[in-house]
Nanobody, 127 residues
Framework: QVQLVESGGGSVQPGGSLRLSCTAT????????IGWFRQAPGKEREGVSF????????YYADSVRGRFTIARDNAKNTIYLQMNSLKLEDTAVYFC????????????????????WGQGTQVTVSS
């Protein structure tokens, strides 16, 4: 059974940094795409950042580009999300997600295109 286990959430002041980890059963390269969504209270789940396995392309939401960095350690079957210059609006539960492409078009920021999900880790940015 596929499992994605997140860690690294916590509380931080604005401008601070956190690093999230997501460890997968099996190789993260087994998935066409793997990355992070987040969901703030009362809001829909939104895509944050993703890696495309076949060419290592990375994708970022406009709201985090330049502040967040996604990376993969294949030896550890783990992806990371380094979050710098955190803002109050980054507060959310962050979910790791992996998708197996079923059609030619894969929508990286589309919740329904992902097949496997972690349990989520809370990130709180507050002063």
């Amino acid at each position: 059974q596929v499992q994605l286990v997140e860690s690294g959430g916590g509380s931080v002041q604005p401008g601070g940094s956190l690093r999230l980890s997501c460890t997968a059963t099996g190789s993260t390269s087994d998935y066409f795409a793997i990355g992070w969504f987040r969901q703030a209270p009362g809001k829909e789940r939104e895509g944050v950042s993703f890696i495309q396995s076949n060419d290592e392309s990375t994708y970022y939401a406009d709201s985090v580009r330049g502040r967040f960095t996604i990376a993969r350690d294949n030896a550890k079957n783990t992806i990371y999300l380094q979050m710098n210059s955190l803002k109050l609006e980054d507060t959310a539960v962050y979910f790791c997600a992996a998708g197996v492409r079923k059609t030619v078009l894969f929508r990286f920021f589309w919740v329904d295109d992902y097949d496997y999900w972690g349990q989520g880790t809370q990130v709180t940015v507050s002063s």
